[in-house]
């Protein structure tokens, strides 16, 4: 065998070995592009999943934007809009907070929890006869914390 064969026949293998690669790192990055596609949420249900996986990690930023992309999906969701609020507690958007909870009240007016959070964040605003209102309409509907919290409220600001 000539020693320009050999020459020749490396530069073939060493062709064929890049091509090869690329492909394998094409293949790669397409295997994860569809793996993480396929995470991605896709209903107001997954993207209020997301919200509340990162607000129980403290990440309240990025959990209000997911629970505002499940209220882009579906408005009327008491749900959607009970987390939005407690986000925005801790927040301290409390006006922002208000609003969610108020809808949540106009959908279910039994919504222990709703008056309980809405009583607390106008508090947080400084308006007292509306926070002892929700917290005794709380306290009324069995949240034990919204008969704590009006009392503390009475005791320190009445």
Known sequence: MSAER????IG?????????????????ILGAAVIVWSTLPRTAEDWNERGESLARRSKYDKALECFERAIELEPESPLYHGNRGNVRLYLE??????????FVIDSNPHAGAAYYNRGVAYSHLDLFTEALTDLNRACELGIERGCDAMEEIKKNYW
Not at 6 to 9: F, S
Not at 12 to 28: D, E
């Open 6 to 9: 050999t020459k020749d026949d």
């Open 93 to 102: 958007d409390f006006s922002g907070a208000v609003e969610d909870f108020s």
């Open 12 to 28: 073939r293998i060493s062709r064929i070995n890049r091509a090869l690669f690329a492909a394998l790192c094409a293949f790669l």
